[in-house]
């Protein structure tokens, strides 16, 4: 911005007492022209045409109507499927919420003093967040084979590293006061950050720890399209066969489960403000 500063210089104002101050032009307009610009460039590289989008996009109710009415009979179908998606969300995202304490802890640089330590964990956990869930689920089919192992390790992975990263964020803007307190009469740290940091933590990480839960159901679903199991398994099934009857059933019943959860996830995290 300092080129922005010597190409667009303060306005100068002289005040009631002759005194002349200085008003920083805003840079509002300088960051809309470097949006546009963005815009425009994004447009051409991705190939994205209005003209297309405008030309087809009834297309998309023309699927819609053939899933109206569901095929209620491909019901039993879906039950098992379903629950290995539940399944998968809540062993991963419980497995990760846990092992994301320790990452959190070790990669806080107000409680590990090493900064090459503090420095490893937050390198770990941002490589982590750019893997994407389905990518990361595609590895673990390589290593674990087909089925829900490979869905629940790439849950696992995703949950480890956003509230890893939440976490450790949250601990790193902690009043460090009474930690140290406990530290200067005798306790270990992790014994410091029993008694002094979790306490101040542990109403955030349950409800982050909820809400993951929540995105994980709906990430699972489609968790099958690269051999992960699950509901994401029969949804490229039937799209493949252009049963979109059934497809709709699918999205039926996973619509309401999610509803469900997200509710009862709600009710929980209200009780934790």
């Given at each position: ?13 002289m ?26 460039i994004?447009?051409?590289v ?12 009834q ?12 095929n ?11 629950l ?5 969300s809540?062993?991963?995202?419980l ?22 330590t ?100 709906r ?25 979109y009857?059934?497809?709709?059933m ?7 489960t ?16």
């Amino acid at each position: 911005m300092m080129i922005y500063d010597k190409l667009f210089p303060p306005k100068k104002i002289m005040l009631a007492n002759n005194k002349i101050v200085e008003e920083k032009r805003t840079k509002t307009p300088f960051v809309l022209v470097l949006i546009a610009i963005g815009f425009v460039i994004s447009v051409n590289v991705t190939g994205f045409s209005f003209a297309t989008l405008l030309n087809r996009w009834q297309e998309f109710f023309i699927i819609l109507n053939d899933m109206i009415p569901p095929n209620i009979d491909y019901l039993p179908n879906i039950w098992k499927p379903l629950l290995d998606t539940i399944k998968m969300s809540l062993v991963g995202s419980l497995l990760g919420s846990l092992v994301a304490i320790v990452f959190a802890l070790l990669a806080s640089s107000n409680i590990i003093k090493s900064k090459i330590t503090a420095g490893f964990f937050k390198f770990i956990l941002s490589v982590l967040r750019t893997l994407p869930t389905l990518v990361t689920a595609l590895i673990a089919t390589f290593v674990f084979g087909l089925g829900t192992m490979a869905g629940t390790i790439a849950i696992f992975l995703f949950t480890l590293s956003y509230i890893g990263k939440l976490l450790y964020e949250q601990i790193e803007n902690i009043d460090m006061g009474s930690f140290e307190a406990l530290e200067s009469m005798g306790l270990t740290k992790l014994q410091s950050f029993r008694y002094a940091i979790i306490p101040e933590i542990l109403p955030t990480y349950l409800s982050t720890s909820l809400f993951c839960f929540e995105g994980n159901v709906r990430y699972a679903s489609i968790l099958g399209y690269v051999g992960a199991g699950g509901l994401g398994l029969l949804l490229n099934e039937r799209l493949g066969w252009r049963d979109y009857s059934s497809v709709g059933m699918i999205l039926v019943v996973l619509a309401v489960t999610v509803f469900i959860i997200e509710r009862i996830s709600e009710h929980f995290r209200k009780k934790l403000q």
